[in-house]
């Protein structure tokens, strides 16, 4: 199916487009009316990500709503660990929750791996063949997981941490155990995405979310190589987007990564990004998200100086995902004003 | 009073020593037995900062027991809140918690500052003066206090947060309301810090926990300033540090405050530091906390990694503070890895 509108994929690749294509991490959820109006029927977060019509719908409102130029596949990167053996709770105010964890030997040889693990996410495909078939081709469609060193530490924590802990003590004090269990999610984070292309993802993103607790040392031993690997496995097939929140100090070696886009957070400046990244790469980012709790005009002066200092080849979106308390009106307004810019022939 | 052990005082101040100081940041604390026989005794948190010659007591305890070559007074950042107006309730797990907070500029205009809130910090003053007499010249005490955008979060969050978005959209939506609080901030801060000096502080660190979740532009104009002024109200007296946790971006700045010593945490390898911040300042950090939980040779080699990259005019410490489950023994360890070193004549 051709695409009416591809941008991102254009930009992705390095090619001149007439402005840059725009989508927000976290744009479909709860700054929607309509997303709300949906999850209020539900009695779980689960249910909707595991609901392929539902996902479907979810996915494509932001393209109604928002005008972006993207649909991204909504999910969650916890439906990697629970397809390899650990099941998780979500809970509404306090995020996830694996009442197992992986402690020992014996529970990663428990785990699945690979397309025995990618198996079981028939419902992620499902969606994604749901919702290519009703956008229609409108805008191209982004499918994601987690980045390994991510998904590791909740495997090892059993949710989010103020200092993940027990994520790095396993790094310093069981290195063999960590390398094995980020093989097995490597394995099954591959199977995964390839899957999801085979669904219709034009594109998929790595979310690498917390990159930024780990020292350059560790990110260089735990985390790069596997990220590496899946890119490499996914390259032929799409493009793929790598965003390590809080990897700054990486981003000079990611510039090495046989991916097409990195996405940058709101602590990086685009010039310096640009600097380390060096010309070969589209970058992605990076706006602080809470600059949109501001007045509309700032908003468009914020847009403005960002979309200057990036320059070409670029993918317009914030530095983290969505916070759900921004108002709808301002989300609007940061996807305006980018798509009134015009690069200068 | 003379003091027998001046390491910390003179790589301050940027002359050669034989080899580096050490000490840790949360030293005094759960990591020892006779910190948590004390705080056993006792009903609340707060009890023991409250307490002077308590808070003495652990403020002695890690230079008895891991031969560390400075003592931090026990205290909190959050007394500065309290004394300006705010008080807090210090939950156990949960951490701090302010029932009321800051949204309004008549909450702003009811807050005490200057004189008025640091003289309802005298249980402070008398915390070091006991301390002094009883450390009698061993080791140089430190003071400390909250960089002001630290403390500007926890009085409009009140407590901590994940994304810090309610403090992050007062600067976005009303700055000029958080500059009023953040002036009020630090004249309560400044008036704080020098009656530490004459309580017996021989130097004072700034801790700037929140600062990585600032956009570089803010960081610029919501917290460099505010920092840049108790610096130059301190340094006549004391030798500063500043140490803002996740500010990389700002470290190139950072090199023209008026301190003698920048924290570094462990995201910022050695060498850039040095690059950033240029000759003229001592740096102190910056070992990942978490690499305490790996077995001593471990420790050892980290830390002879860490003294050779930073080289001379350097303070050894960790770039966070210290992790309440840390083995005792491997904190030791770190100390006296430090301490084995010698510079090259």
Not at 10 to 39: C, D, H, N, S
Request: charge should be neutral; proline fraction near 7%; charged fraction near 20%.
């Amino acid at each position: 199916m051709n695409l009416q509108n591809d941008l991102l994929l254009r930009a992705a690749k390095g090619e001149t487009t007439e402005r840059p294509p725009v989508w927000l991490m976290r744009q479909a959820g709860r700054i929607l009316p309509q997303y709300r109006a949906i999850r209020e029927r539900l009695s779980d977060f689960k249910e909707l990500v595991k609901t392929p019509e539902l996902a479907a719908e979810v996915t494509i409102q932001p393209v109604d709503e928002l005008g972006v130029d993207a649909a991204i596949i909504f999910s969650d990167i916890l439906v990697i660990p629970e397809a390899m053996g650990l099941d998780y709770l979500m809970e509404e105010k306090r995020g996830p929750l694996f009442p197992r964890t992986i402690q020992s030997d014996a529970d990663v040889d428990a785990l699945r791996t690979g397309e025995d693990a990618a198996a079981h996410l028939q419902y992620v495909y499902d969606a994604l063949a749901h919702t290519k078939r009703a956008l229609n081709g409108r805008v191209p469609l982004i499918g994601f997981c987690g980045a390994p060193w991510t998904i590791l530490s909740y495997m090892v924590e059993g949710s989010g941490s103020k200092t993940f802990s027990k994520s790095k003590k396993l790094l310093y004090t069981r290195p063999e155990l960590a390398h094995r269990l980020l093989d097995k999610i490597t394995e099954a984070s591959i199977a995964y995405l390839k899957h999801q292309v085979s669904s219709g993802a034009d594109l998929v993103q790595l979310f690498d979310s917390w990159a930024g607790i780990l020292s350059p040392e560790q990110y260089r031993t735990f985390a790069l190589p596997y990220i590496s690997k899946i890119c490499t496995a996914l390259a032929p097939l799409v493009p793929v987007t790598v965003f390590a929140k809080g990897a700054w100090f990486a981003l000079p070696e990611m510039s090495d990564l046989n991916c097409r886009v990195i996405g940058i957070d709101w602590n990086t400046e685009p010039g310096q990004a640009r600097q380390w990244i060096g010309p070969d790469k589209t970058l992605q980012g990076n706006l602080d998200p809470c600059a949109l709790y501001a007045a509309p005009a700032t908003i468009e002066t914020a847009v403005r100086t960002m979309l200057d200092a990036f320059g070409p080849r670029y993918i317009a979106n914030l530095g983290h995902g969505l916070y759900p308390d921004t108002p709808l009106d301002n989300v609007k307004c940061f996807v305006s004003a980018v798509k009134s810019h015009r690069y200068k022939a």
